[in-house]
């Protein structure tokens, strides 16, 4: 079946500092990746996606490449701010086997805190 | 723009009781989808709906039921509450599989 791993977290930094969250996955077809946020108290929302690979998503200054040959979507961000501690979650959503209602499979979530 | 949101935000509930957890959505999406987060746990997909009067079961769908009567509402139902339940709900909707998928702000349900 599907799955999403990420790294263990949770990850403390200072302000401006590199951030990396890895995330590697196995799936059956191909699918479609996303890294996923959520701020204290909040629903998810979406920070970005690819849909195929060697594809990049990018957003609010954060960014993850579709590697198909590692099965991995390592979340970057060069320079981090305290406004961006959250949970982020890194997931898949696969058409293959019949699953056609785009079913989710998320990583176990990687807490990041900020620190001015 | 509302979005999805939902009803309650909070809910303490005694083992046995049932209750209805409320999820509309005005983007007039067909996907719709019910997850439950547990602590230090990813999301993991309860039940899930294709469009009106089409509901299928998801991962854990033991211990809940859902009803799709219109695209915009996609109630959760509890029958007999359990410990186990105890968990944050998120209801989410789509306009296809493998688009994004936006997120309601949860139900944080206790059951003591």
């Known amino acids: 079946g599907n799955s999403v791993t990420q790294m263990e977290g949770p990850v403390t930094l200072s302000e401006e500092a590199f951030l990396t969250i890895n995330c590697t996955y196995t799936a059956t077809g191909y699918p479609s990746l996303f890294w996923y946020v959520q701020y204290p108290g909040e629903g998810l929302q979406l920070l970005l996606k690819?849909?195929?690979?060697?594809d990049k998503g990018s957003n609010k200054g954060f960014e993850a490449t579709y590697r198909k040959e590692t099965t991995s979507f390592h979340l970057e961000k060069g320079s981090v701010q305290v406004s961006d501690s959250a949970v982020y979650f890194c997931a898949l959503s696969d058409l293959a086997g019949g699953t056609s209602y785009g079913k989710l499979t998320f990583g176990q979530g990687t807490i990041l805190t900020v620190h001015p | 723009n509302a979005g999805v949101t939902q009803t309650p935000k909070f809910r303490i509930l005694k083992i046995g009781q049932s209750m209805t957890l409320q999820c509309t959505q005005d983007m007039n999406h067909n996907y719709m989808y019910w997850y439950r987060q547990d602590p230090g746990m990813g999301l993991k997909l309860i039940y899930y709906s294709v469009g009106a009067g089409i509901t299928d079961k998801g991962e854990v769908p033991n211990g809940y039921n859902v009803s799709r009567s219109t695209t915009e509402d996609f109630p959760l139902r509890l029958e007999l509450a359990a410990p186990s339940q105890t968990s944050v709900y998120f209801c989410?909707?789509?306009?296809?599989?493998?688009?994004?998928?936006?997120f309601g702000p949860g139900t944080r349900l206790l059951v003591l």
């Open positions: 989410a909707s789509s306009t296809r599989p493998q688009e994004t998928q936006y």
């Open positions: 690819a849909t195929k690979a060697d």
